[in-house]
């Protein structure tokens, strides 16, 4: 007689749905590496703040440290009278290397002359101002271009008393007469690019205006500078 084997139960070929899963396998921590401390690094890094921090004082010092001063409105003319509409006020960084007008000096700059051209938007310094107008009375200013050789070698600066010599012509021979001589004030020296001649303007006796002029005309003159102690 053949026994048959009872059929597989069916809660044994699929696990029941609310069956609990098998626990997962712990997966390894590796432990975050640990920073070194650099002392250069940290040094730096203080340093440069601090650098930082002194920038940002000076920059502030410098922009803060300011003085009121005097500057031209418009441009004006050598010798012309300044009113308070020619002038105004500006702000400007205090530099020891400037020297101009504080503003609070506007009512003792009015109605004094320029002693030079003052350009418009310029800063006023005291040696553009004068109470002086050039030429004075009984004078006249005279241009003298001179070479190099005919100019002393030390530099003339305005208020240098001179003497404008004449010197021999062409043959260059002296004369048993002494040579005619004119006493003058410098005024002013400059250069002139294209000739390379030194153009001294002088103050001169309106007596001896005309004479010096033809004689600086014809080339053959050169200055003398007298001492400048008084």
Same mark, same amino acid.
């Given at each position: 007689?053949?026994?048959?084997?009872?059929?597989?139960?069916?809660?044994? &070929?699929?696990?029941?749905?609310?069956?609990?899963?098998?626990?997962?396998?712990?997966?390894?921590?590796?432990?975050? !590496?640990?920073?070194?401390?650099?002392?250069?690094?940290?040094?730096?890094?203080?340093? &440069?703040?601090?650098? $930082?921090?002194?920038?940002?004082?000076?920059?502030?010092?410098?922009?803060?440290?300011?003085?009121?001063? +005097? %500057?031209?409105?418009?441009?004006? *003319?050598?010798?012309?009278?300044?009113? =308070? #509409?020619?002038?105004?006020?500006?702000?400007?960084?205090?530099?020891?290397?400037?020297?101009?007008?504080?503003? %609070? *000096?506007?009512?003792?700059?009015?109605?004094?002359?320029?002693?030079?051209?003052?350009?418009?938007?310029?800063?006023?310094?005291?040696?553009?101002?004068?109470?002086?107008?050039?030429?004075?009375? $009984?004078?006249? +200013?005279?241009?003298? #271009?001179?070479?190099? %050789? $005919?100019?002393?070698? *030390? !530099?003339?600066?305005?208020?240098?008393?001179?003497?404008?010599?004449?010197?021999?012509?062409?043959?260059? *021979? +002296?004369?048993?007469?002494?040579?005619?001589?004119?006493?003058?004030?410098?005024?002013?020296?400059?250069?002139?690019?294209?000739?390379? &001649?030194?153009?001294?303007?002088?103050?001169?006796?309106?007596?001896? =205006?005309?004479? &010096?002029?033809?004689?600086? =005309?014809?080339?053959?003159?050169?200055?003398?500078?007298?001492?400048?102690?008084?």
């Amino acid at each position: 007689m053949t026994t048959m084997a009872d059929p597989p139960r069916a809660d044994t &070929l699929h696990p029941a749905p609310d069956a609990a899963p098998a626990p997962a396998a712990p997966v390894p921590v590796t432990p975050a !590496p640990k920073l070194r401390r650099r002392p250069t690094l940290v040094a730096a890094s203080v340093a &440069l703040v601090c650098l $930082g921090a002194l920038l940002a004082a000076w920059a502030w010092t410098a922009t803060s440290s300011t003085t009121t001063v +005097l %500057a031209a409105r418009v441009s004006v *003319e050598r010798g012309a009278l300044i009113t =308070a #509409g020619d002038l105004m006020t500006v702000q400007v960084s205090a530099d020891p290397a400037l020297h101009p007008v504080p503003a %609070a *000096e506007m009512p003792a700059v009015v109605g004094r002359r320029a002693a030079a051209d003052i350009t418009a938007g310029t800063l006023l310094s005291r040696d553009q101002v004068t109470d002086t107008l050039l030429p004075g009375a $009984g004078e006249s +200013l005279v241009g003298i #271009g001179l070479p190099a %050789a $005919g100019m002393p070698g *030390e !530099p003339l600066a305005a208020g240098d008393a001179v003497r404008v010599v004449s010197t021999p012509g062409a043959q260059g *021979e +002296l004369g048993d007469a002494p040579p005619v001589e004119v006493a003058a004030t410098v005024v002013a020296v400059a250069v002139d690019d294209i000739t390379g &001649l030194r153009i001294v303007t002088v103050a001169v006796p309106e007596a001896d =205006a005309a004479a &010096l002029a033809a004689r600086a =005309a014809t080339g053959n003159v050169a200055l003398v500078l007298d001492s400048r102690q008084r």
